[in-house]
């Protein structure tokens, strides 16, 4: 597992917790308490992934 790998999965998980809710207020999925958790914890799960891909990007790069 690298860096860009964590970029990738981060970018995945932010985009799946913006799109969700979305779909939700747009009435195309319906809202369970479930589907909130989980689009909620994607997107806290997606910026702490990103976070710590970017920590690693660049103790690499100041090697």
Known sequence: MNHRF???LS???LFLGMI?????????VESSF?????A???STL???LGMAGLAWW???RHK
């Open 11 to 13: 970018l995945i998980l």
């Open 20 to 28: 969700l809710p979305f779909m939700m207020v747009i009435r195309a």
């Open 6 to 8: 964590l970029f990738t």
């Open 34 to 38: 479930f589907l909130n958790f989980f």
């Open 46 to 48: 997606g910026l702490a």
């Open 58 to 60: 660049t103790g690499e």
């Open 40 to 42: 909620s914890g994607s």
